[in-house]
């Protein structure tokens, strides 16, 4: 009903920057929290940034000041903006969004299927 469909991973060198977006389409009512988390390997699932419907924002400690969350309501995306990046950025970036299919549904989770992004030093 609901597909996250995430773009941009790629390669980087360190230092670099690299925007990853994620668009959601399907069967959707509205969209409350949209997020990013990330996994490297043999690591745990973690939270980057979340970015609500109205904008606010909530960051990883340990990214503030180097990654940004943004979104385009018209368009049911999240981007994620990532500068000075180091190798210890390299995980597989996952989306997340909060999606509500009608006006009283209480909202569920999806996710998209990740895209890599890979910091070489």
């Known amino acids: 009903q609901v597909q996250l469909v995430e773009s941009g991973g790629g390669l980087v060198q360190a230092g670099g920057s690299l925007r990853v977006s994620c668009a959601a389409s399907?069967?959707?009512?509205?969209?409350?929290?949209m997020g990013w988390y990330r996994q490297a390997p043999g690591k745990q699932r973690e939270l980057v940034a979340v970015?609500?419907?109205?904008?606010?924002?909530n960051y990883a400690l340990s990214l503030r000041g180097r990654f940004t969350i943004s979104r385009d309501n018209a368009k049911n995306t999240v981007y994620l903006q990532m500068n000075s990046l180091k190798p210890e950025d390299t995980a597989v970036y996952y989306c997340?969004?909060?999606?509500?299919?009608?006006?009283?549904?209480?909202?569920?989770?999806?996710w998209g299927q990740g895209t890599q992004v890979t910091v070489s030093s």
């Open positions: 997340n969004a909060v999606v509500k299919l009608t006006l009283h549904d209480l909202g569920r989770g999806y």
């Open positions: 970015i609500t419907s109205d904008g606010s924002t």
């Open positions: 399907g069967r959707i009512f509205s969209i409350n929290a």
